[in-house]
């Protein structure tokens, strides 16, 4: 396993100095503080020795019904009995690669896709191969020609891992046709879809979409959500959605993993869900999160350069900007960090290292005064590649004296 090259550039954002686009992290401002200051205090008079005490490995009974209850409401049809409560659906990701991965097994995954996602799969040796994403998402189309290709060489992907809405780190959307579509083509090729799914409820504009797994009439889905980006990260609570027959299976594993989730944090999330407070909450962010979509969208439009674009997301929380080819953002980044600003780069997010051009961008973290500089800054920064790129066409990519590539 590799050191996450998020994890890395995350501590060089810790800087304070540094406007940060970097991190997929909501706004600090964003959390009701004052509301889990009481549910906390309620939990530990009414049920604190149950709170503090193990729970059973699924999770607390009473939170996993509130999740079937709150999922059955967007589509589903589903029971506590489907729902898996985990240390954030991160930890849903490996114990589906720890439940189904074989090394050597291959795992379909958008071009880009989740860096968490693949970090998970690879490091139970299964390999990697991507599907380019365009703004509708993934291609059902190019899927099918890469299934069927795998095919021919004798191999027969496991699993497809899927972000359908407000993707990380693009923020595009399948639409409903080519959910259904995906459908159709794991069913002929016999895949498990994993369906990732932290972002739907952050929709700023048009309208909510069916879920992969609300669509399945097959039972070839493992959906997973979490309360991270709707309510607290530092919660670590999320769940994992399957049929029964495969949450057995990865019951087994995460008891084999840590024997529960957090009890304390599960009975803070029930009472969230119970008193209702999810929903005002959502909406609250969402007019916080809509805003600075908006102002870093109008940033770009102001600041960036001729030569480059970016997605536009109706939702979640990351804008994916493509430069001019020649420029590496992985070369660049020392610069834009040297000019107080920070980025991930493009090639993290792609199993084959390609996407060398491309930079995911967060907008739900830094001020709104921030999103304007710090896009300006990176805008000046790119102004400088190009500049240097069209008075010496390879500089960037020339290795010095030692064979190393040290940019512009
Ligand atoms: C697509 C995706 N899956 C999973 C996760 C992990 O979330 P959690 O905090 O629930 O572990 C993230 C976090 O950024 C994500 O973007």
């Not at 996993?64 to 985990?86: C, F, P, S, W």
């Not at 780190?169 to 259904?180: C, E």
């Not at 498990?192 to 399945?216: Q, V, W």
């Not at 049929?243 to 009472?271: H, V, W």
Request: glycine share 8%; proline share 4%; net charge neutral.
């Amino acid at each position: 396993m590799k050191a996450s090259e998020i994890r890395e550039l995350l501590k060089v954002t810790q800087n304070k100095e540094i406007i940060s686009f970097a991190g997929g992290l909501p706004s600090p401002k964003a959390f009701p503080i004052e509301d889990i200051r009481n549910i906390c205090n309620k939990v530990l008079t009414e049920d604190g020795e149950a709170a503090l005490q193990y729970c059973a490995t699924e999770g607390v009974t009473k939170l996993r019904e509130a999740i079937a209850q709150r999922m059955n409401v967007k589509g589903m049809d589903v029971t506590y009995k489907n729902i898996l409560v985990t240390t954030g659906s991160q930890q849903g990701l490996d114990l589906i690669g720890k439940t189904f991965l074989n090394t050597g097994d291959t795992v379909i995954v958008g071009a880009p896709t989740y860096l968490g996602g693949t970090n998970a799969f690879n490091s139970y040796r299964a390999k990697m191969e991507g599907i380019k994403l365009d703004d509708d998402g993934m291609n059902p189309d190019l899927l099918a020609d890469k299934l069927r290709s795998l095919n021919l060489h004798g191999s027969n992907p496991k699993l497809l891992y899927i972000i359908p809405s407000f993707q990380n780190p693009s923020g595009v959307t399948l639409p409903a046709n080519r959910r259904k579509k995906i459908l159709d083509i794991a069913h002929e090729y016999d895949v498990l879809i994993i369906e990732d799914n932290p972002y739907s409820e952050l929709r700023y504009d048009g309208t909510p979409l069916d879920s992969i797994y609300s669509i399945d009439k097959e039972n070839r889905t493992i959906y997973l959500g979490t309360f991270s980006k709707v309510l607290s990260p530092g919660l670590r609570i999320a769940w994992t959605i399957a049929p029964r027959e495969l949450m057995n299976k990865l019951i087994i594993t995460k008891q084999a993993s840590d024997l529960c989730s957090n009890t304390f944090g599960q009975y803070m999330a029930y009472e969230y869900l119970a008193q209702g407070l999810i929903d005002t909450h959502i909406e609250k962010i969402k007019t916080i999160y809509r805003e600075k979509r908006d102002a870093m969208l109008t940033a770009l439009d102001k600041h960036f350069p001729e030569g480059t674009t970016w997605t536009k997301p109706e939702g979640g929380m990351f804008i994916w900007a493509t430069l001019p080819e020649y420029i590496d953002t992985g070369l660049m980044i020392e610069k834009a960090i040297e000019n107080k600003v920070a980025y991930v780069i493009g090639a993290a997010f792609h199993a084959d290292r390609s996407g060398k051009n491309c930079m995911r961008l967060n907008y739900t973290y830094a001020s709104l005064d921030q999103i304007d500089l710090g896009i300006k800054k990176l805008a000046d920064t790119i102004k400088d590649e190009i500049k240097a790129h069209e008075q010496k066409p390879d500089s960037q990519y020339k290795p010095d004296e030692n064979g190393l590539i040290t940019g512009v």
